[in-house]
Nanobody, 132 residues
Framework: VQLQASGGGLVQVGGSLRLSCAAS????????VGWFRQSPGKEREFVAA????????LYTDDVKARAFISGDNAKNTVFLQMNRLKLEDTALYYCAVVDNRGIPRSGLTGGNYWSTRFWDYWGQGTLVTVSS
């Protein structure tokens, strides 16, 4: 499966963006989808993830009250809506997928979903710049 992340851009503090992760070469219904971000000089960090087994989406504490991850199976795309953006949200945002067969029976929380090593395939990233 190939992933194409888009929707990044320049936005002012307090603004919103919707990031998209479009898949080709495979159906996202066969994967859980995660979003990570990486700022200059920092490690890539987990932001949010969604799976299709009925579990609630997962968010890092920093974005939990400001982000919403959703999927559109018809478009084979997962979205990350980010609201009330802060300067520290500035980063390159990546989407990634893990095959459903690689997910513990207990769901994403049964695995190291916050680790980049947990995820099988990655998109190229889309840049989000938040300005004051």
């Amino acid at each position: 499966v190939q992933l194409q992340a888009s929707g990044g851009g320049l936005v002012q503090v307090g603004g919103s963006l919707r990031l998209s992760c479009a898949a080709s070469g495979g159906s996202l219904s066969n994967y859980a989808v995660g979003w990570f971000r990486q700022s200059p000089g920092k490690e890539r960090e987990f932001v949010a993830a969604i799976s299709w087994n009925g579990d609630s989406p997962l968010y890092t504490d920093d974005v939990k009250a400001r982000a919403f991850i959703s999927g559109d199976n018809a478009k084979n795309t997962v979205f990350l809506q980010m609201n009330r953006l802060k300067l520290e949200d500035t980063a390159l945002y990546y989407c990634a997928v893990v095959d459903n067969r690689g997910i513990p029976r207990s769901g994403l929380t049964g695995g190291n979903y916050w680790s980049t090593r947990f995820w099988d395939y990655w998109g190229q990233g889309t840049l989000v710049t938040v300005s004051s």
